[in-house]
């Protein structure tokens, strides 16, 4: 049994965290995620959780790395600004191989920029933000409903795979309010038999640790932490695709865009142009796949972005280059009108710069 009720995105993702069994919140306000702090702030001590403002950005995701190395579920949330900050600690994190949820609902840049929406820190979350060799499982919604659907499954593959895993929207995902259906019961925990939970002279203490001052077992480490990420690539990429079976455009968006796009495709259709769309709802890992798939009968691509192009790169690695990429963009808060993703489809179906 479920209940559907009409919720802000930034609300969604909270009352979802807390019904996957998240009871530990640390974070640090800034717009435009902060609706999803006060809501933890309000709900929190009500069942028996911990909310916590912290003194910055920075001390937020140690605490995170405290609760997680605890055995806990454990989140923190931030707008770009405040997750640059944050890359430190979510690099230390990965180093020791701990779960934890990263919320980064996305606001204009470089610098402090704007409070409107952005979807410009896809290389930060997707080639590693923080120092070192590692990834984050990143997912990407574009409803009110996939805010709290992907919140959850972001909790139980950041347990599966031992690894942080990241919820990246848009501002106008935080802010949009829609109908959504919560689930009523909270999961069941995957056992953690390397937590720091006390030993009771049982069994032999547990070190949840980044440092390895031996090169051999550093190397060792990293190795190993790959061929899990070789995993996570195999059994986890998600994406929607959208009449791509015949289409010699594939647009590939997520997030905001993606609903522009998929207007822009249903009317590109409607004037005679094979249209498809490629929605990566994971984008680490990457749709590789999806997009090799869709480069053997497309004649090219449309990188529909609020960004200058960050995600063209995987597009074009993915189609082993074998198709021309063309970009679709709005940048500084601004969000492409379907207009203009049909003007890019067109000249992209056309052949035109």
């Given at each position: 049994?479920?209940?559907?009720v009409?919720?802000?995105?930034?609300?969604?993702?909270?009352?979802?965290?807390i019904?996957?069994?998240?009871?530990?919140?640390?974070?640090?306000?800034?717009?435009?995620?902060?609706?999803?702090?006060?809501?933890?702030a309000?709900?929190?001590?009500?069942i028996?959780?911990t909310f916590?403002?912290a003194?910055s950005e920075?001390?937020?995701?140690?605490?995170?790395?405290?609760?997680?190395?605890?055995?806990?579920?454990?989140?923190t949330?931030?707008?770009s600004?405040g997750?640059?900050?944050?890359?430190?600690?979510?690099s230390?994190?990965a180093?020791?191989?701990?779960?934890?949820?990263?919320?980064?609902v996305?606001?204009?840049?470089p610098?402090?920029?704007?409070?409107?929406?952005?979807?410009?820190?896809?290389?930060?979350?997707?080639k590693?933000?923080g120092?070192?060799?590692?990834?984050?499982?990143?997912?990407?919604?574009?409803?009110?409903?996939?805010?709290?659907?992907?919140?959850?499954?972001a909790?139980e593959?950041?347990?599966?795979?031992?690894?942080?895993a990241?919820?990246l929207?848009?501002?106008?995902?935080?802010?949009?309010?829609?109908?959504?259906?919560?689930?009523?019961?909270?999961p069941?925990?995957?056992d953690?038999?390397?937590?720091?939970?006390?030993?009771?002279?049982?069994?032999?203490?547990?070190i949840?640790?980044?440092?390895?001052?031996?090169?051999?077992?550093?190397?060792k480490?990293?190795f190993?932490?790959?061929?899990?990420?070789?995993?996570v690539?195999?059994?986890?990429?998600r994406y929607?695709s959208?009449?791509?079976?015949?289409?010699?455009v594939?647009?590939?968006?997520?997030?905001?865009?993606?609903?522009v796009?998929?207007?822009?495709?249903?009317?590109?259709?409607?004037?005679?142009?094979?249209?498809?769309?490629?929605?990566?709802?994971?984008?680490?890992p990457?749709?590789?796949?999806?997009?090799?798939?869709?480069?053997?009968?497309?004649?090219?691509?449309?990188?529909?972005?609020?960004?200058?192009?960050?995600?063209?790169?995987?597009?074009k690695?993915?189609?082993?280059?074998?198709?021309?990429v063309?970009?679709?963009?709005?940048?500084?808060?601004?969000?492409?009108?379907p207009?203009?993703?049909?003007?890019?489809i067109?000249?992209?179906?056309g052949?035109?710069?």
């Open positions: 049994m479920s209940e559907k009409l919720m802000k995105g930034n609300e969604a993702i909270a009352e979802a965290a019904r996957a069994g998240c009871r530990h919140y640390f974070g640090y306000p800034i717009t435009p995620q902060t609706e999803l702090a006060a809501y933890m309000k709900r929190m001590p009500k028996g959780g916590l403002q003194e920075i001390a937020a995701i140690n605490m995170v790395y405290g609760v997680s190395a605890a055995g806990k579920r454990v989140m949330s931030s707008s600004p997750v640059s900050l944050k890359q430190e600690g979510i230390y994190i180093g020791a191989d701990l779960p934890a949820l990263i919320v980064n996305q606001r204009g840049g610098g402090l920029g704007g409070i409107q929406p952005s979807q410009s820190d896809y290389f930060q979350a997707t590693g933000g120092h070192g060799d590692y990834h984050l499982i990143v997912l990407t919604p574009a409803s009110v409903q996939e805010m709290a659907d992907l919140t959850g499954l909790f593959l950041a347990d599966k795979y031992r690894m942080p990241m919820l929207a848009d501002g106008t995902m935080g802010q949009m309010m829609e109908p959504v259906e919560l689930p009523e019961t909270e069941e925990f995957i953690k038999p390397w937590a720091l939970t006390g030993t009771d002279m049982k069994r032999e203490h547990n949840v640790n980044s440092l390895y001052l031996v090169p051999e077992q550093l190397e480490t990293n190993e932490r790959y061929e899990r990420y070789k995993l690539e195999e059994n986890e990429t929607e959208f009449m791509t079976e015949d289409a010699d594939c647009v590939v968006a997520f997030g905001i865009a993606a609903r796009s998929k207007n822009a495709v249903v009317e590109a259709r409607k004037q005679g142009i094979k249209a498809g769309l490629i929605r990566p709802i994971t984008v680490w990457f749709p590789k796949k999806a997009i090799a798939e869709a480069a053997k009968t497309s004649k090219a691509f449309v990188s529909v972005e609020l960004s200058m192009g960050q995600m063209i790169e995987d597009i690695l993915a189609s082993d280059c074998s198709r021309p063309y970009l679709c963009n709005r940048v500084g808060g601004m969000i492409p009108s207009e203009e993703v049909l003007e890019s067109k000249k992209a179906a052949g035109n710069e």
